[in-house]
């Protein structure tokens, strides 16, 4: 079974930093691409950025600039480098890994989820 175990959120002041890490565990993951996606009270889970099997890295438009994910495959741990944080990056942000199976049919895998506030 896989696990994704996330840290680094956490209350940071607008215009800061935070770096988020995720740890997968338990499984093979040849071919998944993995990344962030964030959720708000009310609102449905958003995509923050994705890295994927492809070494391709796809962002939120809103978030292009400010946000960088990367990818260490020998870890098998994605990061979330967040830059000029504003108070409206507040949410609880999950890892996600997509397993692959074949082109259209894939297995999605979630962390916890770690919140990151960011005061004005």
């Known amino acids: 079974q896989v696990q994704l175990v996330e840290s680094g959120g956490g209350l940071v002041q607008a215009g800061g930093s935070l770096r988020l890490s995720c740890v997968a565990s338990?499984?093979?993951?040849?071919?998944?691409?993995m990344g962030w996606y964030r959720q708000v009270p009310g609102k449905q889970r958003e995509l923050v950025a994705v890295f994927t099997s492809g070494g391709t890295a796809n962002y939120a438009d809103s978030l292009k600039g400010r946000f960088t994910v990367s990818r260490h495959d020998s870890k098998n741990t994605v990061y979330l480098q967040m830059n000029s944080l504003k108070p409206e990056d507040t949410a609880v942000y999950y890892c996600?890994?997509?397993?692959?199976?074949?082109?259209?049919?894939?297995?999605?895998?979630w962390g916890q989820g770690t919140q990151v506030t960011v005061s004005s």
């Open positions: 338990g499984s093979s993951f040849s071919i998944s691409d």
């Open positions: 996600n890994l997509r397993n692959y199976i074949n082109y259209d049919t894939w297995n999605d895998y």
